[in-house]
Each structure stands twice: as structure tokens, then as C-alpha cells.
């Protein structure tokens, strides 16, 4: 059986399930005594969590940093509040035990927290909630969980993982982490990625299907679990872990050099993120920049639209950890075929061509303002923000997203608000009228950047999704190549730094012909950072020039492809064929996979 | 009773982290200190009162300080805002 999350930390983790299940917490049969006694035990509960919690947050805080122990120390402070104390002593005056006076003001409070108008304030009612949950537990003298004690191998599987539970964790004991609720950036998954275990979130009813000691593999990297697997199908991934293994150890000697072909010249080497969490690992994996970070992750999975606060929350903290690297940001790319239920958007009888991305943010100003407002906002400190426009195919669209930014500029300058005045402005190119205007719109934009994909299937008229026209659909059709080229030549007449955003960025088979173009940037997905740079590193410019000259004489896909490969050593196209998995896994999941 | 004028400058505002910074330091003081912030005084020893205000980057605020400790909570109060509560 297999059950599909949320990929959260990469990495294959084979093992047997640990499930934690909360106490029950039912203090029904806990009898009043007295005012003075159930004040006493009050009291003595909450000096009793304040000690646990601190020692918690100081074990927290030197294995993972302040900022996690934070969400602890918080909870201290917040108990320790005036009024939530009196209220609970009003409450046991009032004829109420310990539990249900803890249990009445900590609900109550959640309750309010969970309708603040600051959706950071509205995350804290799950603070309270841990709380509450806690402090319970301790009055009622029921062990806390304790996850110190696993045996080897084990997989655990929670409803969530909140801090406190994770304090004794030993890393070499834990296979993978199993969750039924969070997300990317959920404690749950920065833990998990922190201690480089793999970990898929968001399981629906996982501690309904799985039971203590049940066989489990947790595939990390494509969110996936595979309940009780058969015994090849657990060999095929113990393979699938030592080669994962092997070939991080291979490449791990790209890590920390810089991104440059045999005859010395410089690459830029960036990578593809969707969360604003993925930026720490990319920096791990040896990337020197975000060439891509979709913003469509902060839009799912709620109910309304993120206000500013959370956005800018979001792009600040990519912006922090990439401290002194570029980040290219791509505003909102959302249409009829990957639709936000709350947006309400109409289905499209064609939804490729349709009100989409660039065309429905520029449609709905207070929507695409709060989001450029954010991304002013984020790159105040750190000005390394660029703000990347979607599905461009005309120049009017370029103007109108700078007319935009202008008033955002001006409405943060009355605030007193910090901003980044000389923010990046530029233009993905994915569309065939992008591509042919690109002298035109180079004039106009800060960078470009190509996302081969759309641009590809544009170009073809060909959807890579239906399988009856999937054979038309190929990166090296004349036409697509053709393009790209010319976009790159458009870029570098203007004096305008190009990259390359799409799979074709990472094809060993393609490598040659961009550097040939005069490409300034590659990004790649986090997992092929390395194998990118080395790639490069094998190419001097000499053989590239000839490569590209020989490729663009032919005239069908197949020739180019077959020309290309045999030169790259892949005559089999065993690469394309992976790239092409990644492609169908992508478009599974939808918005959140590769481009 | 003595009071002051300032704006919260921190990029998320009055969020957990800055409210405990300046709510601790009020705590020690012997005197009420109110914030008075869109029409609503708020008890500034009450972490819960201050986060739930929802006090956000750029906001205008007023401190009120009235006890014994009046004079010294404010100028702590009004250094502390300026400072960004350790979160710049």
C-alpha cells in the first residue's frame, strides 16, 4: 500500500513504526478537593512545566539554535502571563479542579488567538494548544512521551511533532519521520531536514493505517510511504539508498568549489526552490543562488489569501539564509488547471491559454500588490530579492507590473516602511511571443530568465501531460532551441544577465549547447547541483562552440538529441529518460513540482 | 502619570519574540504601564494582551506609566521600542 505526503526532507529511510499516540487527558474523574489544595496543585503544575519546558529549550536551543528553542521559551512566558493566571485561579475559586481550570483558560485563549487578524498571531493558538496539552498531562501525573528510548530502525509516526516531544531524540536511532499533519515548514520538517532524516508530512489517516511494528519505507525525496512492502520491492529501495548515498559521497567534493567549465570561465549555479525552508538546503547542496522560488506553496492548503505579514515572513527568510546571494522570486503562477479554491477562478475551457499567472495577478491589483509590497519589504535588509514576472508574452504586461511596484514603493516611502528602492525586475521567458519580442522586452526588464518547460510545449503546441502527443514534445526540437538561443543573444545585446529555469538546465546533454550561447546562470533543483557543476566542469569552450554548431545543422529532435547525446557519452538517453520521470512526478504534484 | 509617543519599527511587529523582550522589562517596574494602541488600552505586563493587540511594523503608539517607577519605565519603554527589541 502506498500513501502519498507532502515530500518534506529528503532521503530513503527503511525501518518498523513507531506510533505516538497523545494520553487521553480525560481528568473527569478527578474529584474538587479544595480552593487551597487545587490552587496548590495549580500552582505547583505550572512551576513544574516552566522547569521541564526550560530545560526542553536549552537542550532545543544547542542542538537546533535559538530560533527553535523560542517557540518554548515562548510558551513560559505566555503562562506566566497576569491575567491567564488569575483567570485560572478564578476559575478554581469558582468551584473548578486544577485540570479544568488550566484546560478552560488555555482553550479559551487558543480560541482568541485563532482569530486574531495577524495570521502570525493565529499560529500561536497551536503553541497554546501544546501547552494545554502539556500542562494537563502534568497535573494529571501521566508520563510525558518519551522518545529517547527507540529502538534502532524505528520510523515514528505522529499526528504532529511538536517540540517537546522531540527533545530526547536520538538521530541514529530514527529511520525516517512519518506525519499526519504540517507542512514544509512545519517544526516537524525543519527538524527532519535539520537532522537529515527523511521525512514525508501530511499523510492523511497514517495512524489509521499503520500500526506498531508495521514494515514502513519513507521516501523523502518524492513523499511518498509504502506500507508493508514486499520483500523486492524493499530491495529495489535498499539499492535506491545506497546509491543515493554513493553518489552524494561522489559529488560532495563539488560542494564548496565554484561553478567553472575547462577553460576557466564562470558560471552562476543556482536552485529551484518551492518553500522558503528548501533555501537551507540548497545552500547545503552547494548552491550559489535561487534562480527560482514558485510562490503558489504559500497560497495552498488555507482557507484565505496569506496576508503580508506571512508572505513577507516567507521571502525575508530566504532572503536571510541566502544572505549576500541572489534570490530570484517568481510572483504568483496559478491558472485554471492548478486552481486555489478560495480565488475563486473560473475553469477554463483551455486553461494553457487562459487567464493565467502575469494575466490574472495583473486583473486583480490588491491581490498582486500585497504580494510586491512583501517582496519590497523582504529585500529591504539584505537587497538581494529579484522579482520575476510569470508567462509574460507582451510588453505591456512588463509596464503595467512596474507601474504596480511604483505605487507599492510609494505607499511603503509614505509608511516610513524599509524597502528595497532598486528592486530587480525580471521576466521569465515561457512563451514563443516572448521569446520572438525578446530585443523588445530586454529593453524593459532587469533580467530573464527561461523556463524551457512552458516554453517547449509552447513553442510545439504539444502537452507534455496527454500521451498521445507526449512523443512531439521535446526540448530539442530546432524550433525550442532555436529560441532559446535567441533569447540569450537578446539578453546579451541589452547587457542583461539570462539563465535558465527549467529541466534543460540540468541535462548534461543541454549543459553544452547554453555555455556555447554565452548562458550566465543555471538553476537546477537542489538535487542536481552538484552533478550540474561537474558537468560543466568537463566542457572547454572550444568544444562547446563546435558542439552547438554541429547540433543547430540538423533539423529534426531526434537528431539533435541523438548528435547531442552521443557527444555527452549517453547514446541511450538513460538521462532522458530520468528527467522525464521527474516531469510525470511533477505534474502529480501539480503547482509544487518542478517548475 | 507620564506618557510618550513612538512607533514600532521591528519588520513583524510586536510578534513573541519582541513582546516577551518588552514585556519582561515592564514586569520588573512598580507602576502600571499601558500601551494605548488604535483606541484600546493594553495592559503592557500582560504578553497575552500585547500579542493578541496585534501591534504590527510602522504602528503608532502611546506608553502611559503611572507608580512610584514611572519616570524610569518609560524612558526603558521608549529605548526599548526604539531599538527594535533585539530583533533588527
Redesign the interface.
Known amino acids: 500500500m502506498i500513501l502519498q505526503g507532502i515530500a518534506a526532507s529528503d532521503g530513503i529511510g527503511l525501518g518498523r513504526a513507531v506510533c505516538v499516540r497523545e494520553a487521553s487527558l480525560d481528568y473527569s474523574n478527578v474529584r474538587y478537593s479544595d480552593k487551597e489544595t487545587e490552587k496548590a496543585r495549580l500552582q505547583e503544575g505550572i512551576a513544574e512545566f516552566s522547569r521541564r519546558t526550560s530545560a526542553m529549550a536549552a537542550q532545543i536551543r544547542e542542538r537546533l539554535g535559538e530560533k527553535e528553542a523560542?517557540i518554548l521559551?515562548?510558551q513560559i512566558?505566555?503562562l506566566?502571563?497576569?491575567?491567564?493566571r488569575s483567570q485560572m485561579e478564578e476559575a478554581v475559586e469558582g468551584g473548578s479542579c486544577a485540570e479544568a481550570a488550566a484546560d478552560s483558560v488555555c482553550t479559551m485563549?487558543a480560541g482568541?488567538?485563532a482569530c486574531?487578524?495577524?495570521e502570525?498571531?493565529r499560529q500561536?493558538s497551536a503553541d497554546i494548544r501544546d501547552m494545554r496539552g502539556r500542562l494537563l498531562a502534568i497535573l494529571l501525573g501521566e508520563m510525558e512521551l518519551d522518545l529517547s528510548q527507540l529502538a534502532p530502525g524505528s520510523v515514528l509516526v505522529a499526528r504532529d511533532l511538536t517540540p517537546s516531544m522531540t527533545v530526547g531524540l536520538k538521530k541514529e536511532n530514527i529511520a525516517a519521520i512519518l506525519t499526519e499533519t504540517g507542512g514544509r515548514t512545519s517544526h516537524a520538517a525543519i527538524l527532519a531536514r535539520a537532522l537529515e532524516l527523511p521525512a514525508v508530512l501530511s499523510v492523511p489517516k497514517a495512524l489509521e493505517f499503520i500500526k506498531d511494528g508495521d514494515g514502513l519505507i519513507v521516501d523523502g525525496g518524492m513523499g511518498e510511504v509504502i506500507l508493508n512492502p514486499d520483500e523486492r520491492t524493499r530491495d529495489e529501495y535498499l539499492k535506491g539508498q545506497e546509491a543515493l548515498l554513493t553518489q552524494r559521497a561522489l559529488l560532495a567534493a563539488y560542494r564548496d568549489r565554484p561553478t567553472v567549465d575547462a577553460s576557466g570561465k564562470r558560471y552562476r549555479l543556482y536552485a529551484n526552490i518551492g518553500s522558503a525552508a528548501e533555501a537551507e538546503a540548497a545552500l547545503r547542496a552547494g548552491a550559489e543562488g535561487i534562480g527560482l522560488f514558485r510562490t503558489e506553496f504559500l497560497f495552498m492548503n488555507r482557507a484565505s489569501l496569506p496576508d503580508e505579514?506571512v508572505q513577507?515572513?516567507a521571502y525575508?527568510e530566504v532572503s536571510h539564509t541566502m544572505k549576500g546571494r541572489e534570490v530570484i522570486i517568481r510572483t504568483l503562477d496559478v491558472g485554471g488547471d492548478k486552481a486555489i479554491e478560495y480565488l475563486n477562478m473560473e475553469p477554463e475551457e483551455n486553461p494553457f491559454l487562459g487567464h493565467r499567472a502575469i494575466r490574472y495577478c495583473l486583473d486583480c491589483p490588491e491581490l498582486y500588490k500585497v504580494q510586491l509590497r512583501a517582496l519590497l519589504?523582504a529585500g529591504?535588509e539584505e537587497k538581494n530579492i529579484r522579482i520575476m514576472l510569470p508567462l509574460v508574452s507582451c510588453v505591456e504586461e512588463v509596464r503595467s507590473a512596474r507601474k504596480l511596484l511604483e505605487i507599492c514603493k510609494a505607499e511603503l516611502e509614505a509608511?516610513?516602511?524599509?524597502y528595497d528602492k532598486d528592486i530587480a525586475l525580471g521576466v521569465m521567458i515561457e512563451t514563443p511571443a516572448a521569446a520572438l519580442i525578446a530585443d523588445l522586452l530586454a529593453r524593459e526588464a532587469g533580467f530573464f530568465s527561461i523556463g524551457t518547460n512552458d516554453l517547449t510545449q509552447y513553442t510545439i503546441a504539444a502537452d507534455r501531460g496527454n500521451a498521445m502527443v507526449e512523443k512531439l514534445y521535446s526540448v530539442f526540437h530546432p524550433a525550442v532551441l532555436r529560441s532559446i538561443r535567441n533569447v540569450i543573444a537578446a539578453a546579451k545585446e541589452a547587457g542583461i544577465p539570462v539563465g535558465v529555469c527549467g529541466e534543460a538546465a540540468a541535462d548534461p546533454a543541454l549543459i553544452p549547447l547554453l555555455m556555447a550561447w554565452g548562458l550566465d546562470e543555471f538553476s537546477v533543483s537542489t538535487a542536481s547541483v552538484l552533478s550540474s557543476r561537474a558537468c560543466i566542469g568537463r566542457w572547454h569552450e572550444s568544444e562547446t562552440a563546435k558542439l552547438a554548431q554541429e547540433a543547430l545543422g540538423l533539423s529534426t529532435a531526434a537528431s539533435v538529441e541523438r548528435c547531442l547525446r552521443t557527444a555527452v557519452g549517453q547514446p541511450e538517453g538513460g538521462e532522458f529518460r530520468r528527467s522525464h520521470r521527474r516531469q510525470e512526478i511533477s505534474r502529480i504534484e501539480g503547482i509544487q513540482g518542478e517548475i | 502619570m507620564v506618557s510618550a509617543k513612538t512607533k514600532v519599527i521591528n519588520?513583524?511587529?510586536l510578534?513573541?519574540?519582541p513582546a516577551?523582550v518588552f514585556?519582561?522589562a515592564m514586569k520588573d517596574m512598580d507602576c502600571d504601564v499601558r500601551i494605548l494602541f488604535n483606541g484600546k488600552s493594553i495592559?503592557a505586563?500582560?504578553?497575552?494582551?500585547v500579542?493578541?493587540s496585534?501591534i504590527?511594523?510602522?504602528a503608532e503608539i502611546e506608553i502611559q506609566c503611572s507608580g512610584p517607577q514611572e519616570e524610569e519605565a518609560l524612558m526603558k519603554a521608549v529605548a526599548l521600542l526604539e531599538s527594535g527589541l533585539g530583533d533588527m
Open positions: 523560542e521559551t515562548g512566558a505566555m506566566a502571563d497576569p491575567y491567564m485563549y482568541m488567538f486574531a487578524e495577524d502570525l498571531m500561536r505579514t513577507y515572513e525575508r519589504r529591504a509608511e516610513r516602511i524599509p | 519588520p513583524q511587529g510578534h513573541m519574540r516577551q514585556v519582561s495592559d505586563k500582560s504578553i497575552m494582551s500579542m493578541l496585534c504590527k511594523q510602522g
